[in-house]
């Protein structure tokens, strides 16, 4: 598969900045260019090594999953071209923007560390949203601090990032 210069994307959605990355995708802030219709800010992730037909099948099983989740633990999905992972397209999917630090930013410079308490709402919240998850047959990849973010920094309140 030849490196497309389209950008699906650009059709709907201005880049304001890059806010991250992991193996599988990239991820940017985006707002609709049409602004009228929606004034708030998202997450556009694309998928990385666009030419591998299984990391595009994995793209395309994620977006379908996250199309049946409605949960405050899980940012919901907006939308995505994933279903033309068989086409020679490069495949992008965007996602509520959940304002917050990571789990492990959250961690890292706290005036105290964290109470029993506090720590125990977290783990609760989290494991209402894996349960949920597990209720409709769905795993996340990849649990860990980076990958959880703390909505409006309320440790009640984590939120899951998707996995590619």
């Known amino acids: ?15 304001v900045k890059p806010i991250g990355g992991g ?10 260019k049409d602004a009228a219709i929606l004034s708030q800010t998202f997450v556009l992730k694309k998928l990385k090594n666009q030419k591998y037909p299984e990391r595009r099948k994995r793209m395309h099983r ?3 999953a996250l199309s049946t989740l409605d949960c405050p633990g899980i940012p919901r999905l907006i939308e995505s071209n994933s279903d033309q992972f068989a086409a020679d397209v490069p495949l992008y999917m965007v996602g509520e923007f959940i304002e ?6 959250f961690l890292e410079a706290p005036a105290k560390p964290m ?4 720590a125990i709402t977290l783990v609760l919240k989290l494991l ?11 795993v996340h990849r ?11 920094n309320d440790i009640s309140a984590p939120v899951g990032a998707s996995q590619l």
């Not at 917050?100 to 930013?105: A, C, D, E, R, V």
């Not at 109470?115 to 506090?118: F, L, T």
């Not at 209402?128 to 769905?138: K, N, S, V």
């Open 1 to 15: 598969m030849s490196k497309p210069k389209n950008k699906p994307w650009d059709k709907k959605w201005e880049i």
């Open 23 to 32: 193996g599988q995708g990239d991820t940017f802030l985006v707002k609709p």
């Open 62 to 64: 994620e977006v379908a």
């Open 142 to 152: 990849d649990i860990k601090p980076d990958n959880i973010i703390i909505r409006c």
């Open 115 to 118: 109470g029993i308490g506090d």
């Open 128 to 138: 209402e949203t894996i349960q949920y998850c597990h209720d409709l047959g769905i």
């Open 100 to 105: 917050g630090k990571t789990l492990s930013q």
